[in-house]
T-cell receptor, first 112, second 112 residues
Framework: GENVEQHPSTLSVQEGDSAVIKCTYS??????FPWYKQELGKRPQLIID?????GEKKDQRIAVTLNKTAKHFSLHITETQPEDSAVYFC???????????FGTGTRLQVTL | NAGVTQTPKFQVLKTGQSMTLQCAQD?????MYWYRQDPGMGLRLIYY???????DKGEVPNGYNVSRLNKREFSLRLESAAPSQTSVYFC???????????FGNGTRLTVT
């Protein structure tokens, strides 16, 4: 089955800096890659997703890039703010034929 | 529009006790899921229901059973709770199997 590895497990950045979280996946058939943000004590919420027919997607300060050849995808957050502090999960699936497999999460801390 | 509603929010059980976690969604989604979240292990799929009338095992189904009562409701039952089942449980739904997930607020379960 699919295996998703996520790095780093913790990340601390200063407010205004950029943050990058990386994930690798094992199943070359995977074609759907969402990112979820989970604030402390809250539920995971989808923040951005990308499908394999595009290499990059942006939504304001967040962007996701996908390299299908290398089987890795990354979340980029620019101009970080304290409210970006949370745990971020990547996931991968082969779409309607398969379940989502989650990475183990990255705890992002944005310091003032 | 409540989205995905889970009950209870907190529960403490003694080893061997049974209980049912309830989940309901009002988004007319076809697919529903139960995940558990443990520190450092991300979100792991317990059971899912791709559509009304069907249920299937996920990654960690042992010790659990599910019922898709109707299109709205998907319950998770622990017949004989064990300390290893201490976790945070999230119910989720999606329009169809493999679509973006919408999570409930979670149930924090402690088994002593």
């Amino acid at each position: 089955g699919e295996n998703v590895e996520q790095h780093p497990s913790t990340l601390s950045v200063q407010e205004g800096d950029s943050a990058v979280i990386k994930c690798t996946y094992s199943d070359s058939a995977s074609n759907y890659f969402p990112w979820y943000k989970q604030e402390l004590g809250k539920r995971p919420q989808l923040i951005i997703d990308i499908r394999s027919n595009v290499g990059e997607k942006k939504d304001q300060r967040i962007a996701v890039t996908l390299n299908k050849t290398a089987k890795h995808f990354s979340l980029h957050i620019t101009e970080t703010q304290p409210e970006d502090s949370a745990v971020y999960f990547c996931a991968a699936s082969t779409g309607t034929a398969s379940k989502l497999t989650f990475g183990t999460g990255t705890r992002l801390q944005v310091t003032l | 529009n409540a989205g995905v509603t889970q009950t209870p929010k907190f529960q403490v059980l003694k080893t061997g006790q049974s209980m049912t976690l309830q989940c309901a969604q009002d988004m007319n989604h076809n697919s529903m899921y139960w995940y558990r979240q443990d520190p450092g292990m991300g979100l792991r799929l317990i059971y899912y229901s791709a559509s009304e009338g069907t249920t299937d095992k996920g990654e960690v189904p042992n010790g659990y059973n599910v019922s898709r009562l109707n299109k709205r409701e998907f319950s998770l039952r622990l017949e004989s709770a064990a300390p290893s089942q201490t976790s945070v449980y999230f119910c989720a739904s999606s329009e169809e199997w493999g679509s973006p997930l919408h999570f409930g607020n979670g149930t924090r379960l402690t088994v002593t």
